[in-house]
């Protein structure tokens, strides 16, 4: 398997850890009668920080899908993962720790080094869309 699917298959397996992990916390709350499961917002609001970045760390892993997860799938679908394979693990490595930064802290460094780790996606992303079109049919 090609670095780009690998990476691909990795970050949907890494958006749905973190799915699973909301969900088996959000489903401990009901069951010990913390909140009752109508009172729980999609955005986890009224639970714990925590809950409230993890819900924000998925959905950010969801929002970035379709651009960096469909930029790998474009490349492999047109036989050119040559442009996203040197790149596609570093892509992997700065969208866990963006999540792992958000889960961890809201201090200003945190933020600041989950926007850097953002950027570098962000970069990676202008670089493959520029080099997929410039390759031509």
Request: glycine letters at 6%; a positive charge.
């Given at each position: 398997?090609?670095?780009?699917?690998?990476?691909?298959?990795?970050?949907?397996?890494?958006?749905?850890?973190?799915?699973?992990?909301?969900?088996?916390?959000?489903?401990?709350?009901?069951?010990?009668?913390?909140?009752?499961?109508?009172?729980?917002?999609?955005?986890?609001?009224?639970?714990?920080?925590?809950?409230?970045?993890?819900?924000?760390?998925?959905?950010?892993?969801?929002?970035?899908?379709?651009?960096?997860?469909?930029?790998?799938?474009?490349?492999?679908?047109?036989?050119?993962?040559?442009?996203?394979?040197?790149?596609?693990?570093?892509?992997?490595?700065?969208?866990?720790?963006?999540?792992?930064?958000?889960?961890?802290?809201?201090?200003?460094?945190?933020?600041?080094?989950?926007?850097?780790?953002?950027?570098?996606?962000?970069?990676?992303?202008v670089y493959w869309t520029w080099r997929l079109i410039a390759s031509g049919p």
């Amino acid at each position: 398997m090609s670095a780009t699917a690998t990476s691909l298959l990795l970050f949907i397996g890494w958006t749905l850890a973190l799915l699973v992990l909301m969900e088996v916390v959000r489903s401990w709350v009901v069951v010990s009668g913390q909140v009752p499961a109508n009172r729980i917002a999609p955005d986890n609001s009224g639970l714990s920080p925590f809950m409230q970045r993890l819900a924000r760390a998925h959905l950010n892993c969801i929002e970035g899908l379709p651009v960096f997860g469909g930029l790998m799938l474009v490349a492999l679908v047109i036989g050119k993962s040559a442009i996203t394979d040197p790149l596609a693990y570093w892509l992997l490595v700065a969208r866990v720790a963006q999540s792992s930064i958000h889960l961890a802290s809201t201090s200003p460094l945190a933020v600041t080094a989950r926007f850097t780790v953002f950027a570098v996606q962000l970069g990676i992303a202008v670089y493959w869309t520029w080099r997929l079109i410039a390759s031509g049919p």
